[in-house]
């Protein structure tokens, strides 16, 4: 596999685990008892911390990858055994 499928899958894969993990661990205002903006949503964050999703995202990214990258290898699922009309 080439250096430049492997990035762009594992940005894939990145992107992907960011948008997973997004959602985790925020608390809204109500959550936690702080006044809100007149105006504002209902379910916006109290603090946007960037830097935790960022690492949990490549935490979870690599990990995935790694999984990815080691059935490339070892080819233990393949294209033919994701085939559901061979099934019947």
């Known amino acids: 596999m080439k250096l430049t499928s492997i990035l762009a899958i594992y940005l894939l894969f990145w992107v992907l685990s960011a948008f997973l993990v997004l959602p985790f661990g925020v ?28 690492k949990r995202a490549t935490l979870l990214s690599l990990g995935l990858f790694g999984l990815y990258y080691a059935n490339y290898v070892n080819g233990w699922v393949s294209v033919r055994a994701l085939d559901v009309t061979s099934w019947f």
Do not use: M, N, Y
Request: net charge negative; proline share 11%; no cysteine.
């Open 27 to 54: 608390r809204t205002h109500d959550e936690a008892g702080v006044e809100k903006v007149p105006g504002q949503a209902e379910s916006a964050p109290v603090e946007f911390l960037p830097k935790r999703i960022v």
